[in-house]
């Protein structure tokens, strides 16, 4: 049945699983809101559940053998309860297509990463007929790039996102291929929704897209991602800024500049390397040399002495040989970063890489990363270490999971905190000197300088 344009559905309950990266929980996000407003009601409990999605990740061959191990256990739900209907979307389903239905199933429905806009319709459509509803096709302009996530009820932080897709074609990488080519949200769109979440308690945005500083670039003479930081850096509420992610070859000096200039913008980058070799980085088809990142970080330094540096590097690439490995390890021992999200490479399906000679033995793989893992825990321990005596502007998120009378929150360079406190502190930005550090995170104890609160 369809009101005002919209699709009424019964009120039945609906499961959400999501995989993968931050663009897939604000996809999730999405998924809720349109179908709550088409009736259904959420639930936390699957074996309650009447619809099941599963948001799907296929980044690594890992996250795909996840995702059919959880939907067999969403197999037993559905021999019990046969009216239950079970679909996918997001990168796997991209990927995939009615080729889902081959490989599970039981699934009902698979639609792709520019679709989500259509599920009100598709589930109501397996309502009525039964049958299977599959839709992979891409947009040339996402629709559903203009839907608002809605932030979680008390949330003091939260993802807007500014652009999607990617034109960078990386070898190794799927997300050009599943999430099509880049397209970025109007600037007065994104600032009408950073207003409105901060009328409704948001003290932090993080500016989300896979390549967030090209933010811009496909429309000739339109406000670039610098721009858009300083905007939003004005908005009234909004007293952090954070983004993510960030390709080195489009860190301009522009950008850089701006983390002297904008007060609200956090004194945290995560720029991913990916390798400290040159002639990986060159075969990764990344646009940068590992001086270019050298120089990259030394600028960023440069203007905002304190700022915390993190990263991502895969380990094994096709052709990456003990030398190159080695070069990581050098970059990794100039650089020092702050954390490093590491991986083994990945062969996945219609990439550049995945056609490329000399692959690498898992064994070498695996002791690469252990090796790699090792030295970067040294360097998370230093850093961390480094913030003891120190007192940190933390902004409090909420009650410490493993400590109901602690409080927990961030420092602007993006380190938990976690500190004996009481909840009407959440939302507040407190002083806290740090008297402990641990692997990720740090323990402290707020000052009571007069009113305790900085903000
Ligand atoms: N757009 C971001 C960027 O350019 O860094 C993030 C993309 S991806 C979701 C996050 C990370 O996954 C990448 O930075 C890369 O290190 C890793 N990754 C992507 N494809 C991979 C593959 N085939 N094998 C292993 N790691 C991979
Ligand atoms: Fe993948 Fe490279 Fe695009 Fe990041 S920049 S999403 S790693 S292709």
Redesign the pocket.
């Known amino acids: 049945m369809l009101q005002d344009g919209k699709i009424d559905l019964a009120k039945k309950k609906l499961y959400i699983q999501t995989f993968?990266?931050q663009?897939n929980v604000q996809d999730a996000d999405k998924m809720s809101v349109l179908l709550l407003e088409s009736g259904y009601e959420a639930t936390d409990d699957p074996a309650t559940a009447d619809l099941i999605i599963v948001n799907t990740c296929s980044?690594?061959e890992k996250a795909a053998e996840k995702i059919c191990s959880q939907l067999g256990r969403f197999r037993t739900l559905k021999v019990q309860k046969p009216h239950l209907k079970i679909g996918v979307g997001g990168c796997l389903a991209q990927h995939w297509g009615e080729h889902f239905f081959k490989r599970v199933p039981y699934l009902d429905l698979v639609f792709g990463t520019h679709q989500i806009h259509r599920l009100p319709e598709m589930v109501y459509a397996l309502e009525q007929t039964g049958g299977r509803q599959a839709e992979t096709a891409f947009c040339d302009r996402v629709p559903s790039l203009d839907i608002v996530a809605q932030p979680t009820a008390g949330a003091v932080t939260t993802f807007v996102t500014i652009m999607q897709g990617?034109d960078?074609f990386?070898a190794?990488?799927?997300?050009p291929a599943l999430r099509g080519r880049e397209q970025s949200r109007p600037l007065p769109e994104i600032l009408r929704e950073v207003k409105t979440l901060a009328g409704q308690g948001i003290r932090e945005v993080t500016l989300l897209g896979?390549?967030v500083n090209s933010y811009g670039q496909t429309r000739d003479g339109s406000p670039d991602f610098t721009d858009l930081i300083q905007a939003v850096g004005e908005i009234a509420g909004i007293e952090r800024i954070r983004f993510t992610?960030s390709?080195p070859k489009d860190l301009s000096p522009k950008l850089i500049a701006s983390f002297g200039k904008v007060a609200s913008l956090c004194e945290h980058i995560h720029l991913?390397v990916?390798s400290g070799s040159d002639r990986v980085l060159e075969r990764m088809n990344r646009g940068y040399t590992a001086q270019d990142y050298r120089e990259k970080i030394a600028a960023l330094r440069a203007t905002c002495p304190g700022i915390s540096i993190t990263s991502?590097?895969?380990v094994g690439f096709p052709g990456e040989e003990d030398g190159d490995f080695q070069a990581t390890l050098a970059l990794m021992q100039d650089v020092r970063f702050d954390n490093l999200?590491s991986?083994?490479?990945?062969?996945?399906q219609g990439?550049a890489?995945a056609g490329m000679d000399r692959q690498v033995s898992g064994s070498v793989k695996r002791e690469r990363l252990r090796v790699l893992q090792a030295l970067q825990a040294e360097h998370t321990r230093e850093k961390y270490s480094a913030c003891l005596g120190r007192t940190e502007a933390v902004l409090v998120e909420g009650v410490s999971k493993n400590e109901p009378n602690e409080m927990t929150g961030r420092t602007r360079g993006n380190r938990i905190v976690n500190f004996p406190g009481h909840p009407e502190l959440i939302g507040k930005t407190v002083s806290v000197k740090i008297t402990k550090a641990f692997l990720h995170s740090l323990r402290g104890k707020m000052e009571e300088r007069g009113a305790a609160y900085v903000h």
């Open positions: 993968g990266c663009m980044i690594r990617c960078n990386c190794y990488c799927v997300v896979q390549n992610t390709h991913p990916q991502d590097v895969i999200f991986f083994q490479y990945s062969q996945r990439t890489a």
